[in-house]
C-alpha cells in the first residue's frame, strides 16, 4: 500500500534535484512501510538502513547547494535537518538493538514530517537556489 505520494502541487519544489531526491526518498519509504507490519526484522533494519542514509544524503546535498548559492535561511533549515536526522538515528540504534520496532505509525510520523518539512522548510528555498 502506498503511503505518500510525490505531486508536483503538494512537493514539488521546482529545484530538479530535490524533487527527483525527493521522488527516491518516498519510494524508499513506502518500500519501508510496506515491510513494517509483520515483516522479518533483517527486511525491515535493511529497508530502514537504506531509507535513513538516503536522507542524510539527501540532507547534505541539500545543504551543500544552500550553502553554495548563500541561501539566507541555511541556518533554520539545517537545524530542521539536524532535529529530524537526531530522531532518526535513535530509531535505528534501538531498532537494531531490540528495543523498538518499526510500525506504520512510525512510517506515518514520517510521511507527515515531509509533508510538512517540504511545502514549509524547502520550497521557499526554489528563487534563491534556481537563482
Known amino acids: 500500500m502506498t503511503l505518500i505520494t510525490w505531486t508536483k502541487e503538494q512537493h514539488g519544489t521546482q529545484v530538479d534535484f530535490a524533487d527527483e531526491e525527493h521522488k527516491t526518498l518516498f519510494?524508499?519509504?513506502?518500500?519501508l512501510h510496506d515491510a513494517a507490519p509483520g515483516g522479518d526484522k533483517q527486511t525491515i533494519g535493511?529497508?530502514?538502513?537504506?531509507l535513513?542514509?538516503?536522507v542524510v544524503e539527501h540532507f547534505q546535498h541539500e545543504e551543500r547547494i544552500m550553502q553554495e548559492k548563500n541561501y539566507s535561511g541555511f541556518a533554520a533549515h539545517k537545524a530542521e535537518h539536524e532535529k529530524f536526522?537526531?530522531?532518526?538515528?535513535?530509531?535505528q540504534k534501538?531498532?537494531?538493538?531490540?528495543?523498538a520496532e518499526i510500525t506504520q505509525e512510525t512510517t506515518t510520523f514520517v510521511?507527515?514530517?515531509?509533508?510538512?518539512?517540504?511545502?514549509?522548510i524547502d520550497?521557499?528555498?526554489e528563487p534563491c537556489l534556481n537563482g
Open 27 to 31: 519510494n524508499l519509504l513506502n518500500t
Open 46 to 50: 535493511k529497508h530502514l538502513d537504506g
Open 52 to 54: 535513513i542514509n538516503f
Open 85 to 91: 536526522i537526531a530522531i532518526c538515528s535513535d530509531l
Open 94 to 99: 534501538k531498532f537494531h538493538a531490540g528495543e
Open 111 to 120: 510521511k507527515e514530517w515531509l509533508d510538512s518539512h517540504i511545502p514549509k
Open 123 to 125: 520550497m521557499p528555498y
